[in-house]
């Protein structure tokens, strides 16, 4: 950035605002090919930049700012327009709303909500990253291609399950984005963030226990308290990928569980859930032994952000909530009562800590800031949905081929192998799971102990997939690699595997025989 250049820094923080940014003036130096003078803004902590303004005068003063080097520099992807942003923003809000009416009352047009989350894509599809439009663009190939051969064969899929099928599962996320709205930006006087294997393992369960509840969001607030001065290591992306993948296991706020449940109607959240959480608990236990026996790196000089438990009694009250409504009722799915709940739990919050007007400028940061930044799980769900709606499409119209006659344990955990195998091969996991639903359709399986297989392996291949949600926002918002988080992951996943295949048999034997 600065070839050609002589460079002042200044780090600066704005009113309200937990993530300094540097203001970098460059004058061209003498015999250089560039005759004005340029001011660039650089984000903390991945260094992102964008021009500010070119033509300075040549004699502007300097002596206000200290010289410094500058950083290297990562380009942004460009976001789409601000206005285009706001209005993708209210398309998702308004999706939300008419989703949340459509499980209350029949009268609301099914494709009413599919329809204003394809059109919120179409405006933040500029912003996207590259690897995102291909993933997208890859899988509705795949199922146009489907549907088409699908149909000339005699098929007829309704247009409902083309761009709807995981609209339940977008609603929900736009949902718990509500969330955040809870997190006070930091103080700028906060304390310098422990060290050491204790704090480790703190940190560990933090992200574990608040990503149950508000997904991705836990990890983006952790990481960018980390990364307030420092960049972050790679230590501490190895933690937050692993100990969030492994809430993948079990809670019904994360989108691959979401997906499990929606793709094997009639499975039993709870159930599920029950023999999730056992593997989670390994797993959390694998990495705090990791840490106590040396096998981390710098574990002495780790620097981690424990969560206050104050911080865990919002989110664990509604999924208390939500479990006991599912329990209560078989009206609404799990799905629908996060999606219906977490309004109401997050406006009653807001309004205790600061009445109408707190509620007014949350929401204002909602619409504006937060919806807009789901355009990588909008297309990655709403591709998922034409990939989905066409492998069904064309198996309906084949001959009925399935791999496996039945699920028993043993195909199950052959199933299950299929995920990290995959995602080695940055396959994403949904693309397993809509391949394979389909295909358990004809063998009368067992929806929850299917729904248990998909939720183990989409933590199990998140967690060395480097295309995965969790390492590509380690990567792009951090700087971290994401093909080393998850080359790294692959001991963590095949020591977690036998023990996913033991519940699996537990499962077959209990409710097998019953």
């Given amino acids: 950035m600065c070839s050609g250049y002589r460079c002042w820094a200044l780090q600066l923080y704005t009113e309200g605002s937990d993530r300094p940014f540097r203001v970098v003036i460059g004058f061209p130096r003498p015999g250089s090919r560039h005759v004005t003078s340029s001011v660039f803004l650089i984000s903390q902590p991945t260094y992102q930049r964008r ?51 459509g499980a209350l009352w029949v009268v609301v047009p099914p494709l009413a909500a599919p329809l204003l989350a394809w059109s919120a894509l179409a405006l933040l599809w500029p912003g996207l990253r590259s690897v995102q439009r291909t993933q997208a663009v890859v899988f509705s190939t795949v199922g146009v291609v489907a549907l088409a051969w699908g149909i000339g064969r005699g098929a007829s899929p309704s247009i409902e399950s083309v761009l709807g099928q995981n609209q339940t599962i977008l609603s929900m996320l736009a949902s718990i984005t509500l969330l955040r709205l809870l997190n006070p930006p930091l103080d700028d006087d906060e304390p310098e963030l422990p060290r050491g294997t204790g704090t480790y393992v703190r940190s560990m369960f933090g992200v574990h226990a608040l990503g ?82 040396g096998r981390v790196d710098d574990i002495d000089d780790f620097r981690g952000y424990p969560v206050h438990v104050d911080a865990l009694w919002l989110p664990l009250g509604l999924a208390a909530a939500v479990l006991v409504g599912a329990g209560l009722t078989s009206e609404y799915s799990v799905l629908s009562l996060i999606t219906m709940l977490t309004p109401l739990v997050v406006g009653t919050a807001l309004l205790r800590r600061g009445g109408f007007g707190a509620v007014r400028r949350a929401l204002s940061d909602y619409v504006t800031r937060r919806l807009p930044e789901m355009g990588g799980e909008l297309a990655l769900f709403l591709a998922a949905s034409v990939l989905g709606a066409g492998l069904v499409t064309a198996i309906a119209s084949g001959s009925g081929w399935v791999p496996f006659e039945q699920l028993d344990a043993f195909h199950a955990s052959l199933l299950l192998l299929a995920f990290p195998l995959t995602s080695l091969l940055c396959v994403h996991p949904v693309i397993v799971v809509s391949v394979v639903a389909p295909l358990t359709g004809s063998i009368n399986a067992d929806p929850t102990f299917l729904a248990i297989v998909f939720a183990m ?42 023990v996913a295949v033991g519940l699996l048999y537990v499962y077959d034997l209990i409710v097998g025989q019953s």
Avoid: E
Avoid at 56 to 75: E, K
């Fill in 51 to 101: 021009r500010l303004s070119q033509n300075l005068p040549m004699n502007a003063s300097s002596t206000s700012v200290a010289h410094s080097p500058a950083p290297t520099v990562v380009p942004p992807v460009a976001p789409a327009p601000g206005g285009w942003r706001l209005l993708a923003g209210t398309l998702i809000a308004g999706m939300l709303l008419v989703s949340i009416a």
């Fill in 457 to 498: 392996g989409w933590g199990l291949g998140c967690a060395v997939n480097p295309m995965s949600g969790i390492n590509l926002v380690l990567q792009s918002r951090y700087g971290v690699s994401n093909w080393a988080i998850g080359r790294s992951g692959v001991p963590f996943s095949a020591t977690l595997y036998p």
């Fill in 212 to 293: 149950a509840v508000i997904n991705i969001s836990a990890v983006i607030i952790i990481a960018d308290r980390l990364t307030r001065s420092v960049p972050l290591t790679m230590t501490q992306a190895q933690l937050l990928s692993r100990a969030f993948s492994a809430v993948a296991f079990y809670s019904p706020f994360i989108g691959g569980v979401a997906l499990a449940l929606a793709y094997t109607p009639g499975s039993s959240a709870l159930v599920m859930m029950l023999f999730g959480i056992p593997l989670s608990l390994v797993a959390l236990g694998l990495l705090v032994w990791q840490a106590r026996s």
